[in-house]
């Protein structure tokens, strides 16, 4: 049965010369170009432009030898970050076909580049005819836009990595290949045992036994195979023609819900990219409205005609699928989205959704809905406007000390954690009684306790005065006290326990006081204050 999956390889056999800064472009001016590395004293080539292969250079020779053949080659300075970098954002870049997009791990040994892309449902968006050759336009358009910003390259899609892989790199005419679903095993049958990716001892191996081709592997008995070679022949040849599996590993995390648009002419204004944008909100609200879900945080991408991409990200405070409030939330960052020369795709994901009973607007009725979406506008607008960061809210964390008994936690964080409960406002009945195992807390904790000055009574009595940033105050009541205990497993340094009062001075303003240390156990005793009631 054929494999209903596509793939797609990409193989940039001179894309370390091509991505080198000195060498966009290809070999400069019509000359060969190399580039060198220091490997065992001595100026080795790690990479060549297509003039270099032309005369016979290869990656591995001395820089000597590539001299004693064209006494004219370019020899650039190899950097492997800025090749790598450069590659990865390609893999960004071919995004507009794909959300599956793989870094080759078999290639960058001899100056090359290499992707792999998951195309499957994909070439139907190139079948701008109906005439079924989505494929074909699929590899067309791309190796036309890859040789505008100048890089050579072969591509090939089958029914696996493997077969694309081979394809890409091994197929004897043309810069790309297709091979029909079902035709892996006959389009894989003449070519060599390096398509198959085997390390270089297994294929001498075998071609000292006159196993030269791949299909010369087929009608051969596994077992002797696997004694002498390893199981790494037949797996990778049943990963090639697909009877065992070979997944690649994309470079982010891919999210189902995705929307695509491409558009027939680059474009540059701003009023084009929010009719673009609208188009695909629309879409994604439509989907989601049929799965009875909304959207919490959403990312838009563009494609530039030169090879870039940029992204907007915005998030929700609730879940979200009305396509006004989307739109509004991304508009106010538009201009920074920098269109180049032009933007010829666009792709909309949903980065995090939440399914919820959504309720109609005109049978709520009531003033705490439409207080609780008011708040959530707010928070929206003021999230993206001022950043994920600038809006928080206190989240609980398991400590009974109160300076770490919450963490701020950005609003539009996945809610991980239940919201805290309610706290005691602070009024007369609160004033006398907790309702509940903790006593009330101030509405203002001090970043950090401040020490005071204090006088009590008797050692574990509440102070009867207070002398605090220079301030003399004299307590009229106090209640108190609620007992703390240390953290010793968290904190070595500080084993005192904490004696909490709630104290009023004598014009009712009323603060949170702490003593810590006992002095039954022989501590001195420090006072502190922790926070102000309202």
């Excluded at 990656?59 to 053949?69: F, H, I, Q, Y």
């Excluded at 879940?319 to 939330?329: C, K, N, P």
Aim: charged share 25%.
């Amino acid at each position: 049965m054929p494999n209903s999956r596509r793939f797609l390889a990409l193989w940039l056999p001179y894309f370390a010369v091509e991505s080198a800064p000195e060498g966009v472009g290809g070999d400069q001016n019509g000359s060969p170009t190399v580039l060198v590395a220091d490997r065992s004293g001595r100026r080795e080539v790690r990479g060549i432009g297509p003039e270099a292969r032309g005369l016979g250079i290869v990656v591995g020779r001395s820089l000597s030898d590539a001299r004693a053949l064209e006494p004219g080659v370019v020899a650039l300075e190899e950097d492997p970050a800025a090749a790598r970098a450069a590659l990865e954002r390609l893999a960004d870049w071919c995004g507009r076909y794909t959300p599956l997009v793989a870094i080759d791990p078999a290639a960058g040994e001899t100056g090359d580049g290499g992707l792999l892309l998951d195309v499957t449902g994909c070439a139907h968006l190139f079948d701008v005819r109906g005439d079924d050759l989505g494929e074909a336009a699929m590899l067309s358009d791309l190796l036309a836009r890859l040789r505008r910003f100048g890089h050579v390259g072969r591509a090939a899609i089958a029914d696996t990595p493997g077969a694309a892989w081979a394809a890409s790199r091994f197929a004897t005419r043309g810069e790309s290949k297709i091979v029909a679903p079902g035709e892996t095993a006959a389009a894989l049958a003449d070519m060599p045992l390096a398509a198959l990716r085997l390390p270089a001892a297994a294929i001498e191996g075998l071609e000292r036994v006159g196993l030269r081709r791949i299909s010369d592997l087929y009608g051969v008995a596994r077992a002797p195979v696997a004694t002498r070679f390893g199981t790494v022949v037949s797996r990778q040849l049943d990963q090639a023609l697909g009877k065992t599996s070979e997944p690649i590993s994309p470079r982010g995390p891919v999210f189902p819900h995705r929307v695509r648009l491409g558009l027939p002419d680059a474009i540059t204004q701003r009023g084009d990219i929010e009719h673009g944008l609208h188009r695909l909100i629309a879409r994604l609200v439509e989907r989601l409205e049929r799965e009875h879900a909304g959207v919490r945080r959403l990312r838009f991408t563009v494609y530039r005609v030169d090879g870039e991409t940029r992204s907007l990200v915005v998030g929700t405070s609730r879940a979200r699928r009305d396509v006004r409030v989307l739109m509004r939330l991304f508009a106010e960052h538009l201009d920074y989205l920098d269109p180049g020369f032009g933007i010829d795709a666009l792709a909309l994901e949903a980065l995090e959704i939440e399914t919820a009973a959504w309720r109609q607007n005109a049978l709520a009725g009531e003033g705490k809905v439409e207080t609780e979406a008011a708040i959530a506008d707010l928070v929206d607008k003021l999230t993206n406007r001022l950043g994920p960061g600038a809006v928080t809210q206190p989240m609980p964390r398991e400590s009974h000390l109160p300076e770490r008994a919450e963490l701020r936690s950005p609003w539009l964080a996945p809610r991980s954690a239940p919201r805290p409960a309610p706290r005691p406002e602070g009024g007369p009945s609160a004033w006398r009684s907790a309702p509940g195992p903790v006593a009330p807390r101030p509405i203002r904790l001090l970043p950090h306790a401040e020490a005071v000055e204090a006088t009590a009574l008797l050692p574990d009595h509440p102070p009867a005065r207070f002398r605090w940033r220079g301030v003399d105050y004299r307590v009229a009541r106090a209640a108190g006290p609620e007992r703390i205990a240390p953290e010793w497993w968290r904190d070595k340094t500080d084993r005192l326990t904490r004696d909490y009062f709630r104290v009023e001075d004598e014009v009712g303003r009323r603060f949170w006081l702490y003593r810590q240390g006992l002095s039954e156990r022989g501590e001195a005793p420090a006072w502190y204050l922790h926070g102000l009631f309202a």
